[in-house]
């Protein structure tokens, strides 16, 4: 089974800086690597697919970048809408999806 | 705008079947361009993803329950269902249903989702 990490587990920036969260996966899954958004007590919102597409109606500065075993979710000015956990998903050619464990984002 | 939303019984005794249905709307459940999938949440955990069903009955559920997991459509309500046998403690957590989107013929993302219903496994 490929297992997902994601690093940190929780962060806490100030407003307007850039944030990072990677994705490592154990074992290459090319480019079939999602990230969604889910705000406490919403449902989770997809925000990129395919590693660095972003999903219509997301705002521009969220990026995704990665190809292999490491990814990267960026935000390049973070902004207090965008307090939430974050969740990288794997839906490479086998036959069961997987989830990182999540990392919380907080404003400092 | 596609919305799913999900119903069923908050609390659920050890050892019995959990039973959860997903009612769709603003969309067709009978598309070949979807699978739709239950997705849960443990408390203080992350995402674990459950099993998927496309319209026609084909299914795909996680290894790790243990072959607990039965799912089925029904075309004619717009709806799909989850069952899951044989309940613990450890299967308390908020289920999600959600559309699991396909792309050459394989299910890949979910999106969009429902909102969650918290389903409590206790005596």
């Known amino acids: 089974d490929i297992q997902m990490t994601q690093s940190p587990s929780s962060l806490s920036a100030s407003v307007g800086d850039r944030v990072t969260i990677t994705c490592r996966a154990s074992q290459g899954i090319n480019n079939y690597l999602a990230w969604y958004q889910q705000k406490p007590g919403k449902a989770p919102k997809l925000l990129i697919y395919a590693a660095s597409t972003l999903q219509s109606g997301v705002p521009s500065r969220f990026g995704g970048s990665g190809s292999g075993t490491d990814f990267t979710l960026t935000i390049s000015s973070l902004q207090p809408e965008d307090v939430a956990t974050y969740y990288c998903?794997?839906?490479?050619?086998?036959?069961?999806?997987?989830f990182g464990q999540g990392t919380k984002v907080e404003i400092k | 705008q596609l919305q799913l939303q999900e119903s069923g019984p908050g609390l659920v005794k050890p050892s019995e079947t959990l039973s959860l249905t997903c009612t769709v709307s603003g969309g067709s459940i009978s598309s070949t361009s979807y699978y739709w999938g239950w997705i849960r949440r443990p408390p203080g955990k992350g995402l674990e993803w459950i099993g998927s069903?496309?319209?026609?009955?084909?299914?795909y559920d996680n290894p790790s329950l243990n072959s607990r997991v039965t799912m089925s459509v029904d075309t004619s309500k717009n709806q799909f269902s989850l069952k899951l046998s044989s309940v613990t403690v450890a299967d308390t957590a908020v289920y999600h249903c959600?559309?699991?989107?396909?792309?050459?013929?394989?299910?890949?993302?979910?999106?969009?989702w429902g909102q969650g219903t918290l389903v409590t496994v206790s005596s």
């Open positions: 959600a559309r699991h989107v396909r792309h050459y013929n394989h299910p890949n993302w979910f999106d969009p």
């Open positions: 069903i496309i319209y026609s009955g084909n299914t």
């Open positions: 998903q794997k839906y490479n050619n086998v036959l069961t999806w997987t």
